[in-house]
């Protein structure tokens, strides 16, 4: 079975430091790809960055990087010089498949970051 | 702008009524999803459609309905079926069902009274 696992309920961050957050994943697929998403207090999913299994170097967008260590099964995302509208829950998701080859996004349970000033 | 609407934003309705979510999205996607979010927890799939007049059952499609007669639009009935409706529903379209990165709406909250 498919599974995304987020160890870290919440964490705090200084404002302009960097912060990891974690998530592992479990699948038996050779080919998935690996998503995270912010969801501010508004509640809309924010696409934030995108691994794929096959990809040779770590996702980067801005400041958003994808520390995706295949072995260990983990894709842990970095944000760095932390700001306050980073406050957030923050999802890791895994493309599962559905029938006909096409996906749904198995998600974890989510890690509430707060940025402190 | 492209994007993905949802109304309402917040919706209350009495036990025992149905009631339907709307979702529509301008990006000429084909590819559309119904997700739902209890508090402290990631999303689920209720439904998925890839083309019109087509559409999935996704994990949790007891106690709701939907239909895709547009591209477009992707509407959601939560029927009185639905033992426990209360919850935070997110619609989300891709390009395709494939590969494709999913975006999402500003999501519909549920409150059965």
């Known amino acids: 079975a498919q599974k995304i696992t987020q160890t870290q309920p919440g964490m705090f961050v200084q404002e302009k430091e960097a912060v990891t957050l974690d998530c592992t994943y479990d699948?038996?697929?050779?080919?998935?790809?690996l998503f995270w998403y912010k969801q501010p207090s508004s509640g809309e999913m924010i696409f934030l960055i995108y691994?794929?299994?096959?990809?040779?170097q770590n996702a980067t967008e801005g400041r958003y990087s994808l520390n995706f260590q295949k072995a260990r099964k983990s894709a842990n995302l970095v944000i760095s010089a932390s700001q306050l509208g980073d406050s957030a829950m923050y999802f890791c998701?895994?493309?599962?498949?559905?029938?006909?080859?096409?996906?749904?996004?198995?998600f974890g349970a989510g890690t509430r970051l707060a940025v402190h000033p | 702008d492209g994007g993905i609407t949802q109304s309402p934003k917040y919706l209350f309705r009495k036990e025992g009524q149905n009631v339907t979510l709307s979702c529509e999205q301008n990006l000429n996607h084909d590819a559309m999803y119904w997700y739902r979010q209890d508090p402290g927890q990631g999303l689920r799939l209720i439904y998925y459609?890839?083309?019109?007049?087509?559409?999935q059952k996704g994990d949790i499609a007891e106690g709701y309905s939907v239909s895709r007669e547009k591209k477009e639009s992707f509407p959601l009935t939560v029927t009185s079926a639905q033992k426990n409706p209360t919850a935070f529903y997110l619609c989300?379209?891709?390009?395709?069902?494939?590969?494709?990165?999913?975006?999402f709406g500003p999501g519909t909250r549920l409150t059965v009274l």
């Open positions: 998701a895994m493309r599962g498949s559905l029938s006909g080859g096409y996906n749904k996004l198995i």
């Open positions: 691994q794929g299994s096959y990809d040779q």
């Open positions: 699948t038996s697929d050779p080919s998935y790809g």
């Open positions: 459609s890839q083309i019109v007049n087509d559409f």
């Open positions: 989300a379209s891709s390009i395709a069902g494939g590969l494709d990165t999913q975006y």
